[in-house]
């Protein structure tokens, strides 16, 4: 019988040591994912300040987010099979001179349009660096206790990047003013970037297939007109025509996109990829953990500000203990997947972020609750980061090393439209409702519900034969 590569858990006699070399490649790949999800945000805080100094009006000040959102999701899986085909190394180095030079537009920006076209200059850097950085961490570090390690280590600073952004943000507004969360940014980027060209080595498929032209217009436009509906309707709802026709317009494309790679000799995605069980349940899995956590962040602001009366600070901090034990779930994760499995480790953490959600049900309007608050969002975050380190192992176990951009490419993709989607389609059922208190517990309950119930399928859907799994990407 095969072994299925997926579930059996890596060795444990084989020590996951790291070269001096492998440290610091890894730093300059983890230094660059730590960046970019900084960048999703450390400007939150900062808009109404923004929005007074450039003459943007309340309507308009959605763009600063959604200039970014639109091009770093859009363009995540061409971009992933670009470096593919012609250097992972050259894209990725590219996408941070991009995003550097972006980062001192938009912080010396004298216009609200020189503003968003650094946002948006961001973001197409953003989606060159993510998926390249991420094949290139797997492809340098190999499938086992090396790249568990290497793969949670990345894992604990995205998540740790956005919760960092959000204090952040807001000490230097108050400190230095908005322009200094876009100089931090450019100020990372220099730091990185002279580095990596002598650190990172290059990578890519020994064939050169013509590009697949219609794939990459369909999935580009599709995931473009998507991010865009869903960013949109978090601020004013589903009802707008805009919002509706684009949503309409990325269902139709991404439906095009499957026609056209089902009838393509080279396509930009594999279809036999995504077939395979560990690439679609693991991605299910992730885009369930990212837009449901996002979810309960936002609805528990909501909650701590409005209800409780904390201030900016107090509810900085309790975000800010959800960011330490982030990390205490980052350093041991690895070892659990060396244990169990990813996949196990994977439906594990669903069940626990599900449980510990539905813990806020128990919230009232006493001061007690912070605690409650506290306690239940931080351990959920740690089955969270666990959920994020295990899907991304599950997705791209077993991938051959010429096609780890493009399932990288998928798990950041899944990342970028989880982190989109939850806020617009539960975080309203909050903003709406006549009584928050009641809103916050509706959301909370579905959000549980969503949770568990998709640590149920996955569980499901990866029981599968050792046999299936173990044949190469694209194997019939």
Not at 286 to 298: A, C, E, I, K, Q
Not at 339 to 353: K, M
Not at 378 to 397: K, P, Q
Request: contains cysteine; aromatic residues 6%; glycine residues 12%.
């Amino acid at each position: 019988m095969a072994i299925d590569t997926a579930s059996t858990p890596p060795s444990t006699t084989t020590p996951a040591r790291l070269s001096p070399r492998d440290r610091l490649v890894l730093f300059v790949l983890c230094a660059a994912q730590f960046m970019v999800a900084l960048d999703f945000s450390v400007l939150n805080v900062a808009l109404p300040v923004l929005g007074a100094d450039l003459g943007m009006s309340q309507s308009a000040l959605q763009w600063a987010v959604t200039a970014f959102a639109l091009p770093s999701g859009g363009f995540l899986l061409l971009f992933g099979r670009i470096g593919d085909l012609y250097g992972r190394r050259r894209l990725f180095l590219t996408g941070l001179a991009l995003f550097g030079a972006a980062s001192l537009l938009a912080t010396f920006a004298w216009d609200p349009a020189s503003f968003l076209a650094g946002r948006a200059l961001q973001g197409v850097g953003a989606a060159a660096i993510v998926p390249t950085g991420m094949s290139l961490l797997t492809t340098t570090f190999p499938e086992g206790p090396a790249r568990d390690r290497a793969v949670g280590i990345s894992g604990t600073l995205l998540s740790l990047g956005f919760t960092v952004g959000m204090v952040a943000g807001g000490v230097l507004t108050d400190a230095f003013g908005w322009r200094s969360t876009m100089g931090l940014l450019a100020l990372f980027a220099v730091l990185v970037l002279p580095p990596a060209p002598g650190l990172l080595p290059e990578s890519r498929t020994p064939e050169r297939p013509h590009p697949d032209i219609p794939g990459a217009i369909t999935v580009t436009g599709g995931l473009l007109s998507l991010i865009y509906a869903l960013s949109t309707a978090a601020d004013h709802g589903f009802g707008r025509p805009d919002v509706i026709g684009t949503l309409i317009a990325g269902v139709l494309l991404l439906t095009a996109f499957g026609y056209v790679e089902s009838r393509t000799a080279a396509p930009l995605v594999s279809l036999p990829m995504l077939r395979r069980r560990t690439v679609a349940w693991g991605n299910l899995g992730g885009l369930v953990t990212f837009s449901m956590m996002s979810t309960v962040v936002f609805v528990l602001t909501l909650y701590l500000q409005e209800t409780l009366d904390l201030s900016a600070f107090r509810t900085g901090l309790v975000f800010g203990v959800q960011g330490v034990l982030s990390v205490v779930a980052g350093a041991y994760t690895p070892r659990i997947v060396g244990l169990i499995g990813a996949r196990r480790t994977l439906v594990a953490s669903l069940a626990g972020q599900g449980a510990l959600t539905a813990a806020l049900l128990g919230l009232d309007t006493h001061t007690w609750s912070v605690w409650l608050a506290t306690a239940a969002v931080s351990l959920a975050s740690m089955c969270h980061l666990g959920a994020i380190i295990s899907y991304g192992l599950t997705v791209t176990s077993g991938v051959p090393d010429g096609e780890q951009g493009l399932a990288t490419g998928l798990v950041t993709s899944t990342q970028q439209v989880g982190l989109t989607v939850g806020i617009p389609l539960l975080g309203v059922l909050a903003t709406t409702s006549s009584d928050l208190m009641s809103g916050v517990h509706t959301v909370v309950a579905i959000d549980a519900a969503i949770v568990l119930a998709a640590a149920a399928l996955v569980a499901l859907g990866l029981r599968v034969s050792g046999a299936v799994e173990a044949k190469p990407v694209g194997a019939r």
